[in-house]
């Protein structure tokens, strides 16, 4: 098959086409053919070694086909010709992987394979940061950045769909204009004064959440910018690992508290799997949640797919074509 395979940590030139041996699915796995691969931001953490993994590696931790093959045992109920979709599990640059049952979910049939996978990890990422991770609604105002990204444009739509008030910060104007159809309040331009002008946004008050998924360059303003027992969320690092924190700056910034989830947390069981696909899959199919794909790349060009992702080129959901 053909794949993308990397042997060394490195820049996205470490991204090599490769034909492989097909992956054999075991027992109670699924062998898929890859009809659309999802590129995540945790796929450059990989890439580079921010996260070690074993190599060689076929990265990728996202997509969607079709059921080619049962490895036996436990089938989950998956028959061959099935529609699926799964995270969390490498190999999914390829035109061929092996999903355990435990990890797929049936996509439903009004929804494509692409938006399938641009509301699958990304959504599903969302709506655990708004729904359970710091529960947002009425009256909340709440600071969002990179909302013009994979995660931020649904998080922007879900937060908003809440009822809270979504600020969101981007790079560019055409971003801007993306974030404000999700229904942001105010957009923001990332910068120096960010946390000054969230205060003016917010009368002097701040915001009750920051969902920062940039980290070391925003780290500081999220944290300046809440609101008294306010909260962060760091949930990502875009931009470079945040460094060590003194705990009293908690303190100092108003009782604020500080979390670092991922979404595995929040997915753990096969019910929690089940119920968060099936609660964005329902958005997606009643309109409440519009799914944007803004780049698809033929598998070949996974490395010029990570560049722009790195060099905030990108918008909304990013897939390679095998
Ligand atoms: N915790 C979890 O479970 C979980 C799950 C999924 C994703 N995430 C995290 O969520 C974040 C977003 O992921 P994504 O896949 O949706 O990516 P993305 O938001 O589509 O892309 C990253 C965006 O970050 C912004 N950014 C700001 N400073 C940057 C810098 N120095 N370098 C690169 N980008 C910078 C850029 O937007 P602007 O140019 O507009 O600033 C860029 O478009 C990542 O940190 C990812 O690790 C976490």
């Known amino acids: 098959m053909r794949a993308v395979q990397m042997t060394a940590a490195g820049g996205p030139d470490v991204l090599v086409p490769a034909d492989l041996p097909d992956p054999r699915p075991g027992s109670g796995e699924l062998l898929v053919d890859v009809a659309v691969a999802g590129v995540n931001y ?12 074993d190599l060689p590696l076929v990265p990728g931790q996202e997509g ?34 092996v999903v355990p049952v435990e990890a797929a979910v049936a996509i ?7 938006v399938a996978v641009g509301a699958y990890l990304q959504g599903m990422t969302a709506h655990f940061l708004v729904s359970d991770c710091a529960p947002v609604g009425p009256g909340d105002t709440v600071l969002v950045h990179a909302a013009a990204g994979g995660v931020g444009l649904l998080l922007t739509q879900l937060a908003t769909a809440r009822g809270a008030r979504v ?32 205060r003016d946004l917010t009368g002097g008050t701040g915001v009750a959440v920051a ?18 027992r306010g909260m962060l ?9 945040v460094p060590p924190v ?19 947390h929040y997915v753990a069981t096969r019910e929690e ?3 968060r696909a099936a609660a964005v899959f329902a958005a997606v199919a009643d309109g409440s949640l519009q799914v944007r794909i803004g780049h698809r790349y033929p598998l070949e060009q996974a490395a010029r797919a990570h560049d722009d992702l790195e060099g905030r080129r990108t918008t909304g959901k990013v897939l390679l074509v095998p």
């Open 108 to 114: 439903p049939d009004a929804i494509s394979d692409d």
């Open 233 to 241: 969320v760091l949930f990502g690092a875009a931009s470079g690992p």
């Open 42 to 53: 945790i796929d450059t953490y990989h890439r580079r070694g921010v996260y070690p993994v």
């Open 167 to 198: 600020l969101g910060t981007v790079s560019t104007a055409e971003k801007a204009e993306l974030v404000r159809a999700a229904g942001a309040a105010e957009v923001l331009r990332s910068g120096d004064d960010l946390a000054a002008r969230v």
């Open 211 to 228: 969902f920062d998924g940039v980290g070391r360059d925003t780290f500081d303003a999220s944290l300046a910018s809440l609101r008294r």
């Open 273 to 275: 799997l089940t119920a």
């Open 246 to 264: 003194d705990p009293q700056r908690l303190n100092r910034a108003g009782s604020v508290y500080l979390t670092r989830p991922t979404l595995h």
């Open 64 to 97: 969607a086909g079709r059921v080619a093959a049962l490895g036996g045992g436990d089938t989950g109920g998956f028959a061959v010709g099935d529609r699926v979709v799964w995270a969390n599990i490498p190999g999914g640059y390829a035109e061929r992987a």
